[in-house]
């Protein structure tokens, strides 16, 4: 079973810009479709971006300002985030899936704010 452990969250300004980190390990990392979601207080866990076999998907309110890309050798995800808005606020979490297997981060807080 993969372990995924997340790191890169914090307090920025509007405009500005983090990147994400998400390393696994104890499992085959290239095989897996990895994605980041995120959790807003009193919203549900939205889907952000994916990336699977060499293709990637974004969801609307980030497309343009945010990139999903992974390193198989380093078995680590990133999420770059740039542009930020306040609405991006969010606890945002690593998910890695294959088949009917899912294995999930601890998250991490990223918050938009001046």
């Known amino acids: 079973q993969v372990q995924l452990v997340e790191s890169g969250g914090g307090l920025v300004q509007p405009g500005g810009s983090l990147r994400l980190s998400c390393t696994a390990s104890?499992?085959?990392?290239?095989?897996?479709?990895m994605s980041w979601y995120r959790q807003a207080p009193g919203k549900q866990r939205e889907l952000v971006a994916r990336?699977?076999?060499?293709?990637?998907n974004y969801a609307d309110s980030v497309k343009g300002r945010f990139t999903i890309s992974r390193d198989n050798a380093k078995s680590t995800v990133y999420l770059q985030m740039n542009s930020l808005k306040p609405e991006d606020t969010a606890v945002y979490y690593c998910?890695?899936?294959?088949?009917?297997?899912?294995?999930w981060g601890q998250g991490t807080q990223v918050t938009v704010s001046s």
């Open positions: 104890g499992g085959i990392f290239s095989l897996y479709s």
């Open positions: 990336i699977s076999g060499g293709s990637t």
């Open positions: 998910n890695a899936a294959l088949g009917n297997f899912g294995s």
